[in-house]
C-alpha cells in the first residue's frame, strides 16, 4: 500500500465548469503524476511534479493544470471542463530511489455532461 | 514521442490454455513495466525487467525483455479465472527529458472462462 488518496473517487460535473481532483499520500514521495485512462490509449500523462512547487507537462497537458503546495498534496484542476474530458484519472507516486516503478491510486471517474 | 504497441487487445480464453501477450516499440527504454489492473481500481504492478534480455518468472507468469530494450513479453501458462483483468506494459524513457517518464502501451484485456 503505498498510501495513496484520490477524492473524490467519481464526480459528474457539467460543461464550462472548473474541477479540481486531489491526489494525497502519505509517504513523503518526491514524484507525483498525473494520468488519465481512455479505452485503446492505456494511461496518458498529464502533467507530473518532482518537488513542491515543481511541476512538467506531460503529453495531453492542453486544458489542465496543477499545483503542489505541499509535499503530499497534489491537485489536478480542469480550468473549464469539456466532454472530452471524461475520463478516469489516475495518480501515481513513484517512490525514492525506484528510478521507474509507479504505484497507482484507486482512480477519479470524472463525467463531464 | 514513445509509443508502445500492445497487441492483443483483447484475449479471450479458456481455463488452462496458455497465452502471449507482447509489446513493441521502436523506442529503446531503459526498464519495461507490466501491471495488472481489475475494474474500479488503479494498476497494480508485477514486475520491473531492467536488462536486455532478462526474463522474470513470476509463479505462471514469465516476462521478458527484449535484446534491445525496445519489446517485452508476458506468457501466462495454464491460464486460470483469476488472472481474468487489463495487462498494461509501460516503458520507462531512456534518457534525456524521457528520464523517469513512463509510456503505457494500449492495454489487452484478457477473459480467462471456467
Known amino acids: 500500500d503505498a498510501g495513496i488518496t484520490q477524492s473524490p473517487r467519481h464526480k459528474v460535473t457539467e460543461t464550462g465548469t472548473p474541477v479540481t481532483l486531489r491526489c494525497h499520500q502519505t509517504e513523503n514521495h518526491r514524484y507525483m503524476y498525473w494520468y488519465r485512462q481512455d479505452p485503446g490509449h492505456g494511461l496518458r500523462l498529464i502533467h507530473y511534479s518532482y518537488g513542491v512547487k515543481d511541476t512538467d507537462k506531460g503529453e495531453v497537458s492542453d486544458g489542465y493544470s496543477v499545483s503542489r503546495s505541499k509535499t503530499e498534496d497534489f491537485l489536478l484542476t480542469l480550468e473549464s471542463a469539456t466532454s472530452s474530458q471524461t475520463s478516469v484519472y489516475f495518480c501515481a507516486i513513484r517512490p525514492t530511489g525506484k528510478a521507474t516503478e509507479a504505484f497507482f491510486g484507486q482512480g477519479t471517474r470524472l463525467t463531464v455532461v | 514521442t514513445q509509443l508502445l504497441e500492445q497487441s492483443p487487445q483483447f484475449l479471450s480464453i479458456q481455463e488452462g490454455e496458455n497465452l502471449t501477450v507482447y509489446c513493441n516499440s521502436s523506442?529503446?527504454?531503459?526498464?519495461l513495466q507490466w501491471y495488472r489492473q481489475e475494474p474500479g481500481e488503479g494498476p497494480v504492478l508485477l514486475v520491473t525487467v531492467v536488462t536486455g534480455g532478462e526474463v522474470k518468472k513470476l509463479k505462471r507468469l514469465t516476462f521478458q525483455f527484449g535484446d534491445a530494450r525496445k519489446d517485452s513479453s508476458l506468457h501466462i501458462t495454464a491460464a486460470q479465472p483469476g488472472d481474468t483483468g487489463l495487462y498494461l506494459c509501460?516503458?520507462?524513457?531512456?534518457?534525456?527529458?524521457?528520464?523517469?517518464?513512463?509510456?503505457f502501451g494500449q492495454g489487452t484485456i484478457l477473459t480467462v472462462h471456467p
Open positions: 523506442s529503446v527504454f531503459s526498464s
Open positions: 509501460a516503458g520507462a524513457g531512456a534518457g534525456g527529458t524521457s528520464y523517469g517518464k513512463l509510456t
